[in-house]
């Protein structure tokens, strides 16, 4: 076992990163890596690893329940109608990230899924999934921060106007939004 998988306080095998805190053992446990469906629940994944970039992922589930208040339950046709007092409502809640880019992204990205057909965005960031075999990673230095297929979802989204979405955002979607499973070796969830 390497030392990038650590025995929980429950005695089970996970990666490292999740036994540091309650609300990370819960999302390894039940989330990170498991196949996520559906225009709705890609949406608010895609909005909230924007709202993560620069930050700790531990801080937007903390704050995640917040942001499902504020933004409508991340319904993209309902964000879509937010304007600029929505806008100034969203910069003084201190239950959420409080960036006024990534508040305005979000809003127009949400725009661009609303005029989309219902599946196309599921249908399009699935496509970008690698397909075949791959290797399980034996430790967190095997797993990289950027790939050929995130590079490509963030050129193909940027194309369409979508903000937030860089290389390095994308891969953090596809993993946990289960298109790659990075758990390494030992973990569990490997098995």
């Known amino acids: 076992m390497t030392t990038d998988v650590r025995i929980g306080p429950d005695g089970v095998a996970r990666c490292a990163w999740a036994t540091s805190d309650a609300e990370y053992l819960r999302y390894h446990d039940e989330e990170w890596g498991v196949a996520l469906h559906g225009d709705r629940a890609l949406f608010e994944k895609m909005s909230l690893e924007g709202f993560q970039a620069g930050l700790s992922w531990i801080t937007i589930l903390r704050k995640r329940p917040r942001f499902r208040e504020v933004f409508a339950g991340f319904d993209p046709d309902r964000v879509a109608a937010f304007g600029p007092a929505d806008v100034e409502r969203l910069m003084t809640d201190a239950g959420i990230i409080r960036n006024r880019a990534k508040i305005e992204a979000v809003i127009g990205n949400a725009?661009?899924?609303?005029?989309?057909?219902?599946?196309?965005?599921?249908?399009?960031?699935?496509?970008?999934?690698?397909?075949?075999?791959?290797?399980?990673?034996?430790?967190?230095?095997?797993?990289?921060?950027?790939?050929?297929?995130?590079?490509?979802?963030?050129?193909?989204?940027?194309?369409?106007?979508?903000?937030?979405?860089?290389?390095?955002?994308?891969?953090?979607?596809?993993?946990?939004?289960?298109?790659?499973?990075?758990?390494?070796?030992g973990c569990w969830r490997a098995a």
């Not at 960031?125 to 230095?141: K, V």
């Open 111 to 185: 725009a661009l899924v609303a005029a989309m057909d219902d599946g196309e965005l599921d249908a399009l960031l699935w496509s970008f999934a690698p397909s075949g075999p791959r290797q399980r990673p034996e430790s967190f230095s095997d797993v990289p921060a950027v790939t050929a297929e995130s590079t490509a979802l963030s050129k193909a989204l940027r194309k369409r106007g979508f903000r937030f979405v860089g290389p390095t955002t994308m891969y953090a979607l596809m993993q946990s939004g289960g298109m790659v499973d990075d758990h390494v070796a």
